[in-house]
């Protein structure tokens, strides 16, 4: 079936108009979405920069606070440089979330702090995690930074 004058043009408008809210939808000004990878390859990021995970838990905050279970990975961590095992608490937010989860992981925080006296707490806010653990070396904050660096775009 042939279009003719007004059928073309209307198509034509529908075809553009389709065009334009596709494109509209790809290059919006809204924040993107995180896409970090799962906890299995935040955990192969770790040690595929030559650290050892010797224990992994789901679900273990650190602290008290029950909302925060279904994010939170603790990982015990060894590296070359330093053989004592250390801990890794690890959360994961979405983007909708991850600003509002600064002040429950501060309160997780202070809150595993105050019943691990005398260590020094390293904490490493990389959207979409956030991290903390004590007494950690260079070498392990080093290789904790990149791996959820790395991490944070391993997902689709």
């Keep these: 079936m042939l ?19 596709l494109l509209a939808g ?3 000004s809204a924040t993107a979405s995180f896409h970090p990878g799962d906890a299995s390859q ?4 770790i040690t595929r920069r030559g650290a050892t995970v010797t224990a992994t838990v789901s679900g273990d905050t650190g602290c008290s606070d029950a909302t925060l279970t279904d994010n939170a990975l603790h990982l015990t961590v060894t590296t070359a ?10 959360f ?4 909708t979330k991850f600003d509002a989860s600064a002040a429950p992981i501060d ?4 809150a595993w702090a105050q019943a691990h006296p005398g260590m020094n707490v ?9 991290a903390f653990g004590a007494d950690w070396s260079p070498s392990l904050s080093s290789t904790i930074t ?6 944070s775009n391993l997902g689709t």
Excluded: H
Aim: proline share 3%; aromatic share 8%; charged share 15%.
């Design 26 to 28: 790809c290059y919006s």
């Design 92 to 95: 994961t937010f979405r983007s």
């Design 81 to 90: 440089t330093d053989s004592t095992p250390r801990d890794v608490y690890i």
């Design 146 to 151: 990149a791996a959820l660096t790395e991490a």
């Design 3 to 21: 279009m003719r004058g007004g059928g073309q043009a209307l198509l034509a408008w529908c075809c553009l108009s389709l065009v334009c809210l």
């Design 42 to 45: 935040l955990v192969q990021e």
């Design 122 to 130: 390293t904490r490493l806010d990389i959207a979409p995690y956030r």
């Design 107 to 110: 309160a997780c925080q202070a």
